[in-house]
């Protein structure tokens, strides 16, 4: 989504752990999406689709940027 191409050098890549991860809207085809989708609503429906969160002050989210956690933020006013 930010665009097709990216200027990387080789070296960035041979001498560092480095690894390129696809994720976003594009990283799954579209057809997956649309096939899954009725078995994602059917759980929500049913109250088995969830998902951890943490809710934290806006005010705080300079420190929690770059946090290491698998809820989800959920900045409040």
Not at 28 to 55: D, N, R, S
Not at 63 to 75: K, L, P, S
Request: hydrophobic share 45%; charged share 20%.
């Amino acid at each position: 989504m930010a665009g097709p191409a990216i200027s990387l050098p080789g070296a960035a890549l041979r001498s560092s752990g480095l690894e390129i991860y696809g994720a976003g809207g594009g990283s799954v085809p579209k057809m997956a999406i649309f096939e899954a989708l009725p078995q994602i609503l059917q759980y929500a429906a049913q109250g088995q689709l969830k998902i951890e969160t943490k809710k934290v002050p806006l005010a705080d989210v300079e420190a929690q940027w770059n946090r290491n956690e698998d809820r989800r933020v959920v900045f409040i006013p």
